[in-house]
């Protein structure tokens, strides 16, 4: 998994991971005057998201950032599978994410 890093910045405030989301699309320009939409959207993580955050490193896959989660924060991280994939999910539809290589099995 590799983040969109173009379009993505992250900071920190508190020990928790903040990203700011740049709208550069067309339609999102066309949002931004039409509907007074923000350049820019700010999403606070949690510090499930925050700690995946850091893991996305572009070689790591979601099974491994799933054993440095569980790793981490132990029994607390459950259920872990049923968490982490739709978080992956709801990463990449929102084009936050990229998948570097597709799993075959």
Known sequence: VSSAASD????QEDGLN??????????DKLAQKLLKKPKTTHVALE?????????IDGE???????????????DEAEPLY?????YFR????????TWVRECHR
């Open 47 to 55: 510090k499930f998201g925050s700690y995946i955050w850091t893991c």
């Open 82 to 86: 049923e968490r982490i994939v739709p």
């Open 18 to 27: 903040h990203l700011d989301i740049l709208h550069r699309r067309w339609a």
């Open 60 to 74: 790591r896959s979601i099974y491994e950032i799933s054993c440095l989660v569980k790793a981490k924060f132990g």
């Open 8 to 11: 993505v910045y992250k900071r």
């Open 90 to 97: 709801m990463l990449k539809e929102n084009g936050y994410v």
